[in-house]
């Protein structure tokens, strides 16, 4: 759910970009944060986050229509503090990561909703299950990044995003603790991307 739930996220970024913008983003792994919210019995709200996250976006100014996000996310990078929890989360009542390591976001279409918002819709596969999921994406900032003044790696322009989308765990075929624990999980995805 580092989903490729982090690609929708990219997508709608640069549709707010300016033409001086690269073609091709990014992601910045050591400032990418995918995070699955779900309720623990109704007593707490508790988060798995998912720390690896791998594809890119393709956008040219003019061409939103073109543009083209793909990402995917090992389930085997999961962390949640507790060695037997990753475990059963990756185990076969959940990800089952053994036969289905990846999660995937592909995106099909994107919408403005206001000057730096936007839902971004696509295809979400987990465990075999491809399943539209839409994503709320809210654009931080864009442009060149502060930190650059201080360290090379930040020069050039950048994308700051938030993307948010709620899912049923029983669509996607992930049964197990629910519905002691409710069967809606929240996807939260913060992510800079740099343009290459």
């Given at each position: 759910m580092k989903t490729n739930l982090f690609a929708t996220t990219m997508f709608a970024a640069a549709a707010m970009a300016s033409s001086a913008f690269a073609e091709t983003w990014k992601v910045d792994p050591g400032h990418t944060e995918v995070r699955v919210y779900y309720s623990h019995a109704g007593f707490s709200r508790q988060s798995i986050e998912f720390g690896t996250v791998e594809g890119e976006l393709e956008f040219t100014e003019g061409a939103v229509a073109d543009a083209k996000a793909n990402f995917s996310i090992p389930v085997s990078s999961v962390v949640t503090g507790n060695d037997q929890f990753n475990s059963d989360i990756v185990g076969e009542a959940l990800f089952n990561e053994a036969n289905f390591p990846i999660v995937q976001f592909v995106s099909t279409s994107v919408e403005q909703t206001g000057d730096k918002t936007l839902n971004v819709v696509g295809d979400l596969t987990i465990k075999d299950v491809s399943k539209p999921a839409t994503f709320e994406v809210t654009v931080n900032g864009y442009g060149e990044h502060p930190v650059g003044q201080f360290f090379d790696y930040y020069k050039?322009?950048?994308?700051?995003?938030?993307?948010?989308?709620?899912?049923?765990?029983?669509?996607?075929?992930?049964?197990?603790?629910?519905?002691?624990?409710?069967?809606?999980?929240?996807?939260?995805?913060?992510?800079?991307?740099?343009?290459?």
């Amino acid at each position: 759910m580092k989903t490729n739930l982090f690609a929708t996220t990219m997508f709608a970024a640069a549709a707010m970009a300016s033409s001086a913008f690269a073609e091709t983003w990014k992601v910045d792994p050591g400032h990418t944060e995918v995070r699955v919210y779900y309720s623990h019995a109704g007593f707490s709200r508790q988060s798995i986050e998912f720390g690896t996250v791998e594809g890119e976006l393709e956008f040219t100014e003019g061409a939103v229509a073109d543009a083209k996000a793909n990402f995917s996310i090992p389930v085997s990078s999961v962390v949640t503090g507790n060695d037997q929890f990753n475990s059963d989360i990756v185990g076969e009542a959940l990800f089952n990561e053994a036969n289905f390591p990846i999660v995937q976001f592909v995106s099909t279409s994107v919408e403005q909703t206001g000057d730096k918002t936007l839902n971004v819709v696509g295809d979400l596969t987990i465990k075999d299950v491809s399943k539209p999921a839409t994503f709320e994406v809210t654009v931080n900032g864009y442009g060149e990044h502060p930190v650059g003044q201080f360290f090379d790696y930040y020069k050039g322009q950048w994308l700051g995003i938030t993307a948010t989308t709620k899912i049923k765990a029983s669509d996607w075929e992930m049964g197990a603790f629910f519905p002691p624990n409710g069967d809606e999980l929240e996807i939260v995805i913060n992510a800079e991307l740099k343009a290459q």
